[in-house]
């Protein structure tokens, strides 16, 4: 008698779905404040030079941090606890943003949610990587590249509706909220997912 096989697995291995899913929170919580980071940046008195600032302090910092962190992830062998100090990282820098009141304490921010993003990316990479399927590389990485849109409009829509309705600390609470679940998820993963 044959046995029937479960139906076919949907779209990816469990590894990568994990790695959309928890890094698509990661995305999400980013994008809420794309759109709208101006505003926040003016309703603390700085004005749009300075915000241009903060955000070339970011770029900067995420630069700088991504080639070191880079490096360190080729020596690691539990890159996914890498994943995981950067998204808490993060998310810790989300909710710096509630207590936000100079542009100086703006710019600490800004470098620390550079370095959390730099520090999470080349290990994310390289355990993505580890489990994408040779004959559907394109596929997979093409998933990863389409999240990256979808979660830019998804979390764009729900970051203005949560500032508008509840104001910006709402908003920052949440961003870390998706940032700590994600973290937390994948911290208490067992190993042998990713």
Same mark, same amino acid.
């Given at each position: 008698?044959?046995?029937?096989?479960?139906g076919?697995?949907?779209?990816?291995?469990?590894?990568?779905r994990?790695? @959309?899913?928890?890094?698509?929170?990661?995305?999400?919580?980013a994008?809420?404040?794309?759109?709208?980071?101006?505003?926040?940046?003016?309703?603390?008195?700085?004005?749009?030079?300075?915000?241009?600032?903060?955000?070339?302090?970011?770029?900067?910092?995420?630069?700088?941090?991504?080639?070191?962190?880079?490096?360190?992830a080729?020596?690691?062998?539990?890159?996914? @606890?890498?994943?995981?100090?950067?998204?808490?990282?993060?998310?810790?820098?989300?909710?710096?943003?509630?207590?936000?009141?100079?542009?100086?304490?703006?710019?600490?921010?800004?470098?620390?949610?550079?370095?959390?993003?730099?520090?999470?990316?080349?290990?994310?990479?390289?355990?993505?990587?580890?489990?994408?399927?040779?004959?559907?590389?394109?596929?997979?990485?093409?998933?990863?590249?389409?999240?990256?849109?979808?979660?830019?409009?998804?979390?764009?829509?729900?970051g203005? @509706?949560?500032?508008?309705?509840?104001?910006?600390?709402?908003?920052?609470?949440?961003?870390?909220?998706?940032?700590?679940?994600?973290?937390?998820?994948?911290?208490?993963?067992?190993?042998?997912?990713?």
């Amino acid at each position: 008698m044959k046995v029937k096989k479960r139906g076919k697995r949907l779209f990816f291995n469990r590894a990568l779905r994990v790695l @959309l899913i928890t890094n698509a929170l990661i995305l999400i919580a980013a994008a809420m404040l794309g759109p709208i980071y101006a505003l926040f940046v003016e309703e603390i008195g700085v004005d749009l030079l300075d915000a241009s600032l903060t955000g070339g302090i970011f770029a900067l910092t995420a630069g700088i941090v991504t080639l070191i962190s880079g490096k360190y992830a080729d020596r690691v062998k539990q890159n996914e @606890l890498i994943i995981v100090f950067g998204y808490a990282l993060i998310g810790i820098g989300f909710l710096l943003y509630t207590i936000v009141d100079s542009i100086w304490f703006l710019f600490a921010v800004q470098i620390v949610i550079g370095a959390g993003e730099a520090i999470y990316s080349p290990a994310f990479d390289a355990v993505y990587t580890k489990h994408v399927s040779v004959k559907k590389a394109g596929r997979e990485w093409g998933s990863w590249e389409a999240m990256n849109y979808f979660t830019y409009a998804l979390g764009a829509g729900i970051g203005g @509706l949560i500032a508008f309705k509840l104001g910006f600390n709402s908003l920052f609470v949440t961003m870390a909220i998706l940032s700590f679940l994600s973290a937390i998820y994948i911290y208490f993963l067992p190993r042998d997912v990713l």
